[in-house]
């Protein structure tokens, strides 16, 4: 086992080093294993096979300690995809390589890589108009390969750089028909929207909320009439220094006020148990889902604003009890607004999802 320990060696030195091994020792008695130091491993490993090893080591999403080993889920893909080898893998196995590799991070409990080759959420993304029309066209003007071969699928982001190829190819994804005079409304909305801050790049829910609520298929599930958030800093009965937050909501749910008040870890927390307290009689799926990461970012002012106040949006990704994720974006000067906004899309899209129209 040849084994780049310190992840220091290039692809062309462990070329002319197996070269001259296997003048030696035969191929098929030699193996590559590769550390990531350099960001070589995978190109190592593959310089390594292609000189002559037959044997790989690597591991899932590339962990080892320092920088990591040879990633299996990119290196498999290049063996058989572009190098035409055989593996240990049976055949159409490697479809299944993006769902191992997700599989394991959320073992793991971190968030995946939305950038990694082959596998990532951003692997086959397309965002520009002309980008988009090209694909529409003939995918291979920016697709190595077809998504569905290792298992990943094509993204159409719809941002500030969306144009109508970019709304038209995010619809058919999403299997959504609009009328012309619906499909310009939905237009118009996202760039207005886009204006105000909002960004559907990292929150397809929304868009997608946008896009049935233009097609008149989203009823307004409830109303909230009024939130309030208290954050307390004290010291609890054991004398440890603690911060609480408690959250009061109102909602207006089928003609009838519910308020709900509770407790949670931060702001957001608090508010999400008391609005899944106040509506779950109503609508019980809620109870599957819970929210899964949180992101806030600060924006200045759009264009054309008179305003000094930066404008916040807040990206929520929530999870259902079937391990579905989605993400839903919030936007206001107000980190609190934005949150509630971002939770409301949350629950309206769990609910599309499971019918309750």
Partial sequence: MLCDTNGGTLPHEVDAIVRELTQHIPGDRLGIHAHNDTENAVANS????????????????????????????SLIPSLVLKMGFETGLKPNAIQEITGLSRLLDGRLDRAPNRHAAYVGAAAFSHKGGLHVSAIAKDPRTYEHIPPEIVGNKRHIVISDQAGRSNILARLEETEIELEEDALRRLLETVKEREFQGYAYDGAEASFELLARTAKGEVPNYFDISRFRVMDERRHNAVGNLITESEATVQVELKGTQIMRVAMGNGPVNALDTALREAVLQIYPDLAGMQLVDYKVRILPPPKGSTGTDAVTRVTIESEDEDGLR??????????????????????????????IL
């Fill in 326 to 355: 989605w993400s839903t974006v919030g936007v206001s000067a107000n980190i609190i607004d934005a949150s509630v906004i971002a939770l409301y899309d949350a629950y309206a899209y769990k609910l599309v999802r499971d019918g």
């Fill in 46 to 73: 593959l310089a390594a096979v292609r000189a002559g090893v037959r044997q790989v080591q690597g591991t899932i999403n590339g962990l080892g300690e320092r920088c990591g080993n040879a990633n299996m889920c």
